[in-house]
């Protein structure tokens, strides 16, 4: 029995975002196409088979210990991310100015999709979900450049419906337009008893 269940979802993707890694912003550059390593899109923020840890998960680690990298993408729903400019009082938002990497259509609730789901291109190009990717206030202040009045409704609008965080399990490329199917781990939900 395998222990990632195929899905009827399938997610297309709509829009793809590069963010240089030489600059302080997280403001992506839309590209037709990304080729993934194992080490992510290279030359990105998030590039790198490793990382050094951040407020995330200072619970953790010290701040800069060196981690393994699962925030090598960033992935938001064209849904959800329409209810983010909806809340925020906007008639669209770039995905650009949210330091997105891929935008998908398709899979419904996609910010809680279960940690450790697979979405699996045709080509056999693998990402695996590490979990929510929780709103912070530099989308914010890239939204406030662009719109002004609106940056300060990002993290709260986008409770939610953030999007994950992923990294490159099986390499390849993929291209706007292309689909991605969505595997899930075949486990019950935690329910531990108190």
């Known amino acids: 029995m395998p222990v990632l269940i195929e899905s009827e979802y399938r997610a297309?993707?709509?829009?793809?975002?590069?963010?240089?890694?030489?600059?302080?912003?997280?403001?992506a550059e839309a590209v037709d196409r990304l080729d993934l390593s194992f080490a992510g899109d290279a030359g990105a923020r998030h590039e790198g088979v490793n990382r050094a840890s951040c407020t995330r998960v200072k619970n953790l680690y010290p701040v800069g210990t060196e981690i393994r990298n699962v925030r090598q993408l960033t992935i938001l729903s064209?849904?959800?991310?329409?209810?983010?400019?909806?809340?925020?009082?906007?008639d669209a938002l770039d995905p650009g100015l949210v330091g997105a990497s891929m935008i998908l259509r398709g899979i419904p609730d996609f910010t809680y999709v279960p940690p450790s789901s697979r979405l699996q291109a045709d080509s056999g190009l693998t990402l695996t979900i590490d979990m929510e990717n929780r709103p912070c206030v530099l989308p914010g202040r890239e939204i406030e450049a662009v719109e002004p009045g609106h940056g300060t409704a990002f993290k709260r609008a986008a409770t939610n419906r953030r999007g994950v965080t992923a990294w490159v399990e099986r390499p390849g490329n993929i291209r706007v337009g292309d689909s991605l199917t969505l595997f899930l781990p075949d486990q019950r939900a935690w329910a531990p008893k108190g």
């Open 78 to 90: 064209e849904e959800e991310l329409a209810v983010i400019a909806e809340k925020m009082k906007l």
């Open 12 to 27: 297309e993707v709509v829009w793809l975002g590069h963010v240089p890694g030489d600059r302080e912003s997280l403001r």
